[in-house]
């Protein structure tokens, strides 16, 4: 339980980290920017990998 929850907080992090990056990148390059979609798409995986551990970890 405790390395689930070590996981998430992790993994959240990383999706901070992720959104800021793109935030920046879609302020420099657009939204369209295959960059800033690319990263959009990897924020979204993390995202769901996060809710499935938290899911994971009530049960």
Do not use: C, F, H, T
């Not at 879609?26 to 499935?52: E, F, H, M, T």
């Amino acid at each position: 339980m405790v390395m689930i929850l070590r996981s998430a907080l992790d993994l959240s992090k990383s999706i901070d980290d992720y959104r800021l990056d793109m935030y920046e990148l879609a302020k420099n390059k657009g939204l369209s920017d295959p960059d800033v979609i690319k990263i959009s798409y990897q924020l979204d995986r993390k995202i769901i990998l996060l809710q499935k551990m938290l899911d994971a970890s009530r049960s």
